[in-house]
């Protein structure tokens, strides 16, 4: 097992360059209306009609529920994989447990799984496990003052989104730093609500504060930002949304909100194409629920309960989903 201390991490790459790149840049230049590789970049993009009593073009086809809060929660290769208490459990769609193992006592913030193992990150820490419950590598935080809230598998690399300082840890699989990245537009992240995906060889993550969704290249460049505040559909409401992110296979970035909690789908251009799951179906609250996609079903997972959905074609009749002109398996 390979475990690298933070004292250890720090003394190899220097508490001084950790401290300054985490202090960020400043005086940067916002490049208003950008346009590249095709990305929607302009700061009001979404302007859709507000969400008055459309109708879900999904429907339950499944629920069930876990031993304990869900802290977070991956679909990969026909299994659900949920973090609860210091465990992890995979299931298959209608919930029957199909493994489980125990991991080390901590706060999980997000979960990844891929044919290495079973990510887990911590608020100060990366783990890795086998899927029999083998823990084959950690690391810690890269700064004594960090406060993970997600993270994302991205080739080669780990990237990690930082509530507290205000930017995105890049890594080696191996746990070796290798940068601290900036927005120029500068981070506002009220709360855990720092969502980040990797799709379409871009790394997406919301800049929750202003209501946008920013884009980078693998090597930390800024691309462009999409994203507008309101209440309406196409658009993030509230102190600081979208709180979670996810794509499709065909690429579509998908967005998890609070206080009018839905699941909504945009176009790797930042085109928004609709809400796919509404308050309504997802059994209402004020928490996020977090979505996942998997084939030509979505699953949603909130509190301790799992739901799934499939699409509906009289209940898309009307909608922005039937109209869509993208081969998307999510619509059967």
């Not at 209501?211 to 994203?227: C, D, N, P, R, S």
Request: glycine share 12%; with cysteine.
């Amino acid at each position: 097992m390979q475990n690298i201390s933070r004292k250890k991490f720090l003394h190899s790459f220097g508490t001084v360059i950790a401290g300054s790149a985490i202090a960020g840049v400043s005086g940067v230049v916002i490049k208003n209306n950008l346009q590249k590789d095709g990305l929607v970049l302009e700061a009001n993009r979404a302007q859709s009609p507000a969400n008055n009593g459309s109708v879900s073009p999904y429907k339950q086809v499944a629920a069930f529920s876990v031993d304990g809060a869900i802290e977070a929660f991956e679909q990969y290769e026909s299994r659900l994989y949920v973090s609860t208490v210091n465990a992890i459990s995979a299931y298959d769609d209608y919930g029957k447990r199909l493994s489980q193992f125990s991991v080390k006592y901590g706060i999980t913030r997000d979960i990844a799984v891929d044919r290495e193992g079973v990510w887990l990150l911590r608020p100060t820490s990366i783990l890795l496990y086998s899927f029999e419950g083998e823990l084959i590598r950690e690391w810690a935080a890269c700064s004594e003052l960090s406060d993970y809230c997600s993270f994302t598998l991205a080739e080669d690399f780990v990237f990690v989104t930082d509530r507290e300082n205000k930017n995105m840890a890049k890594y080696t699989r191996e746990g070796g730093f290798v940068k601290f990245i900036d927005s120029p537009n500068r981070f506002i992240i009220p709360s855990l609500t720092f969502g980040i995906e990797y799709a379409n060889g871009l790394i997406y993550c919301s800049n929750s504060g202003r209501h946008q969704i920013e884009v980078y290249t693998l090597g930390g460049e800024y691309e462009g930002k999409f994203g507008s505040p309101g209440g309406g559909a196409g658009a993030f409401c509230g102190c600081c949304n979208p709180v979670h992110l996810t794509s499709t296979p065909t690429g579509e970035i998908i967005t998890c909100e609070k206080g009018n909690p839905r699941v909504s789908c945009y176009g790797s251009d930042g085109k928004f194409r609709g809400i796919l799951l509404d308050s309504r179906i997802l059994g209402g609250g004020y928490a996020a629920y977090e979505a996942k996609i998997s084939e030509d079903k979505i699953f949603a997972a909130g509190k301790d309960m799992i739901t799934s959905y499939v699409y509906d074609k009289l209940l898309a009749a009307t909608g922005d989903c039937a109209g869509c002109g993208i081969d998307c398996k999510l619509r059967g």
